[in-house]
């Protein structure tokens, strides 16, 4: 083989190399997740899937797979002030997911706080269930993908908890709440802009009524 087909064909695979790389890289925001304290746990116990009863801890939704296991149940644990979240439920509510979609709130990078912007969204939301004393509702809290796993969904649990927070101080019983998190799990969009994880950063209200 002459010298200059050898460099010709070494310089091409160098160059497939590279664009490979490229392609397999996204941004992934956070290399270190700042160390802290969170507020809730996982625990991982074995077994078949079963979610969880509606008489469990707090009556809190519970059950998910574990990731990359076919048995176990990841159990999100609530502090125990918050105890009588979700007291009354009793797993026969009709969801309505759609009632509270404009009032969808969304979160700063890394952040469980609520945004003075969205509080309005909330009051919103706190006078429909004030106004109407038979429904219950559901907060789901949501991350983008920066991040590790646990992190996110402990993350998750905190925003749907700051969002209680609020609902509680316009006035809406704490046992017609309930909470549960997904953390990375169920993003809005799959994109990797600043944009998509803005949308994915968010607390979504799930409406659940009587079923009779």
Same mark, same amino acid.
């Given at each position: 083989m002459k010298k200059g087909a050898f460099y010709h064909i070494l310089a091409l695979g160098v160059v497939s190399i590279v664009i490979v790389g490229c392609?397999?890289?996204?941004?992934?925001?956070?290399?270190?997740?700042?160390?802290?304290?969170?507020?809730?746990? /996982?625990?991982? =116990?074995?077994? *078949?899937?079963?979610?969880?009863?509606? @008489?469990?801890t707090g009556g809190i939704p519970g059950g998910k797979p574990s990731p990359g296991t076919?048995?176990? /149940?990841?159990? =999100?644990?609530? *502090?125990?002030?918050?105890?009588?979240? @979700?007291?009354?439920?009793?797993?026969?509510?009709?969801?309505?997911?759609?009632?509270?979609?404009a009032q969808m709130v969304h979160f700063e990078f890394d952040s469980s706080a609520v945004r003075p912007g969205d509080l309005p969204k909330v009051e919103i939301v706190a006078q429909y269930m004030i106004q109407n004393p038979?429904?219950?509702?559901?907060?789901?809290?949501?991350?983008d993908e920066r991040g590790a796993e646990d992190y996110n969904l402990s993350l998750g649990e905190r925003r749907a908890?700051?969002?209680?927070d609020e609902?509680?101080?316009?006035?809406?019983?704490p046992d017609r709440l309930r909470t549960t998190s997904y953390g990375e799990k169920i993003p809005i969009t799959n994109g990797i802009t600043e944009a998509d994880f803005a949308q994915n950063r968010r607390g979504e209200f799930v409406l659940l009524k009587p079923s009779n």
């Open positions: 392609k397999s890289q996204k941004p992934v925001g956070l290399t270190n997740i700042p160390t802290m304290e969170p507020i809730v746990k /996982t625990i991982t =116990v074995p077994g *078949p899937v079963q979610p969880l009863s509606p @008489g469990g076919g048995g176990g /149940t990841t159990i =999100v644990e609530i *502090p125990p002030e918050n105890a009588d979240l @979700g007291k009354n439920f009793n797993g026969s509510q009709v969801e309505d997911r759609d009632m509270f979609l038979t429904h219950s509702l559901l907060i789901e809290g949501h991350c908890l700051a969002v209680v609902l509680l101080r316009y006035g809406v019983g």
